[in-house]
Structure formats: structure tokens, C-alpha cells
């Protein structure tokens, strides 16, 4: 099979707020250990909006997107030949030290000499993506084609909510913010079976009812009704006013998970923690064990995908879907780089 030597691409082309858009981009051979993926979907993260704004760091000009599924289109030296055609979703770890005491200790999201796809390698908004094969996960058949971009960001909350446990049998859970790590989040704190309610204001109805729709309860914040007081809570927003409530929320000895981005300093009331004795933990991007958990949770159907799929976007309409995300429109845009 042959490739062509460029390819149309999203990237951030200068450091400072904005910079982003089309580029060419090399198209890579698969050196020993690579696989060339043929990109199906790309979802667009709050990260890169953070990207875009300058509040993440990357290293431009580079090719942006890191919620990757994708077919293995050829294969470097070295590399099981039965990839050849697999439908996977992609680790974001382009390279790690593999020396530090994290990555020995098996995690390579807190290397400091991590670089990842979509920030300072070249990412997943182009048609062709290379990368090391030990990034791929197979995925189950039943996996919508553009819903596989979704299992980054699944790993991502496995990581918060299960690398420790967080959620007990029984525990009441409150998951603040609809969007998609928020529906994620609810999903896999169901399947540890906790009893879900996911929190929204009222511009965010159109993701209640989504949530709704996936069997999850909703409440509706400003609606004169206090959410409750719950054993854990968990921060999906990334928005200062979500913390406030989901500090709130949590019951004296309880949880307090931190899942959203906020992308720039917050206030909290930190003596809550010392007055409740919360106990505050989080997730940083996710890792090889996440990825297993991850996985399981798709094969077992405890998670379903599809449905935050809310658009299917081409490639050279990146900016409506920039905006689209931005605005809070549906749940996950994704972009196509084979559409239009």
C-alpha cells in the first residue's frame, strides 16, 4: 500500500493564545517497534481548547488531537504483521524515560520527560498517524467506528476512580458536570456500583437528558434544591463553580475526586478538607493499568460509548468544531479526517 508524502492536519503553528490551524504534515514510514494508522475519528478534548489558549503546553508547530481510533495501515519492523488492519484506540505516550522512579514504577504519566501525542508530537487531527505499537488497544466489535475515540478519555477516568478505588458497593456518588468526563465518570462509578447522580446547570439539560437516557439520575443545579450530601464526589466541570458545589457536596469522611481540567488556578475552600476530613485524590492523563480497566469495562458493556458521539466532523470544519465544543454544544465532537 502506498501513502501520500503529506497530509491536511489541525495543529497549533505558534506558541500564544490562538495559533491554531491547517498545516501539512509529513506522512511518516513506521520505523521498527511504529505502526502508520489510517485515523477514523479524533475527538476534540477540553485539553486542546487549553491548547489553544495557551494554558496547556505543547511545542509548535505540531499537529494537535490525542483521542485516536484508527486502522493499522502498515507496520514497521518488528511488529506482529497481525495488526495489519486492526481497528484500535491509542495510548498518548509518544516516549517516556523509562529510567525515573515513576516510570519504573509503572507511571509513565508523571515521567518528566513524558511527550505525548497532540502537544508535542505530531497528533491525531490528520489522516495519518504514526506511533509505537505498544500504544494500540484493540477494540471490541461492538464499539461504535467513531466511538472509539472515547476510550482515551474512559482510560483517563478509570485512572481517577479506580487507581485507588474511590467508589465502594453502596456509596452514594455525585458527579458534577454532564459533559463527557463527567457521563464517563457516572458510567464507571455505576459499574462499581455506586448510585449515580449526575449534576448540571440548566443550560446543560440537553446532557441531563443524555444522562437520563443512560439510566443515571440528574439534578439540576440553581433549581432551589441543594444536590444532597454524598460519599464521593467527583469534579468533572473543570469550572471553578462546579468545585464550589461538588465541595459542598461531600459528606463529613468523604471523597472529593478531581476529574476536569480547569486550566488555570481555582478557588476552593480547602479548610473544608481539614474541618470534614475529605479525603481529595485525583488522576493525571492515564496508564498501561488504566488502559486494562478501561477495556474490561467495554468488553463487560458497564460503559457504553455511542451515544456521546454527538457530531461526525470533516477535518477542514475544525473551527465550527472548536466552537461547538466550546459552547457546550452535545457531548464529543469528533473530526474525520476521511470526511468532506
Known amino acids: 500500500m502506498t501513502f501520500p508524502e503529506t497530509t491536511p492536519a489541525v495543529g497549533k503553528l505558534a506558541p500564544g493564545p490562538g495559533n491554531v490551524g491547517m498545516r501539512r504534515q509529513r506522512v511518516r514510514p513506521p520505523g521498527p517497534g511504529e505502526v502508520l494508522l489510517e485515523v477514523i475519528a479524533t475527538g476534540i478534548c477540553g485539553t486542546d481548547l487549553h491548547i489553544e489558549d495557551d494554558e496547556f503546553p505543547s511545542e509548535p508547530p505540531v499537529t494537535m488531537g490525542h483521542e485516536v481510533t484508527g486502522e493499522v495501515a502498515a507496520a514497521g519492523d518488528g511488529v506482529d504483521p497481525g495488526w495489519l488492519g486492526v481497528r484500535v484506540a491509542c495510548e498518548t505516550y509518544f516516549s517516556v524515560c523509562g529510567r525515573c522512579p515513576a516510570c519504573r514504577e509503572g ?104 444522562a437520563r437516557r443512560l439510566g443515571l439520575d440528574t439534578h439540576a443545579i440553581g433549581s432551589g434544591d ?97 466552537a461547538a465544543t466550546r459552547a457546550g454544544q452535545g457531548v464529543k465532537h469528533v473530526l474525520d479526517p476521511r470526511a468532506g
Open 226 to 322: 441543594a444536590p444532597g450530601e454524598f460519599d464521593v464526589v467527583a469534579e468533572a466541570s473543570g469550572h471553578p463553580g462546579g468545585a464550589a458545589t461538588a465541595f459542598g457536596s461531600v459528606r463529613k469522611g468523604g471523597r472529593y475526586v478531581q476529574v476536569g481540567i480547569f486550566g488555570g488556578p481555582v478557588t476552593v475552600p480547602l479548610d473544608t478538607v481539614l474541618y470534614h476530613e475529605l479525603v481529595v485524590t485525583s488522576g493525571n492523563a492515564s496508564t498501561p493499568g488504566s488502559w486494562r480497566r478501561a477495556m474490561a469495562l467495554l468488553e463487560a458493556r458497564g460503559v457504553d460509548l455511542d451515544p456521546l458521539v454527538s457530531e461526525v466532523i470533516p477535518l477542514a470544519e475544525w473551527e465550527r468544531a472548536f
Open 107 to 210: 507511571t509513565p504519566n508523571l515521567c518528566p520527560e513524558r511527550r505525548s501525542i497532540g502537544s508535542k508530537e505530531d497528533g491525531g487531527f490528520a489522516r495519518w498517524l504514526t506511533l509505537p505499537v505498544r500504544n494500540l488497544w484493540r477494540l471490541p466489535d461492538h464499539v461504535g467506528r467513531h466511538a472509539g475515540a472515547l476510550a482515551e478519555p474512559l482510560a483517563c477516568v478509570t485512572r481517577c476512580l479506580f487507581d485507588p478505588p474511590v467508589v465502594n458497593a453502596g456509596d452514594r456518588v455525585l458527579v458534577v458536570g454532564p459533559g463527557t468526563m463527567g457521563l464517563l465518570t457516572a458510567q464507571c462509578a455505576r459499574a462499581a456500583g455506586g448510585a449515580v447522580t449526575v449534576a448540571g446547570l440548566e443550560r446543560d439539560r440537553h446532557r441531563l437528558e443524555m
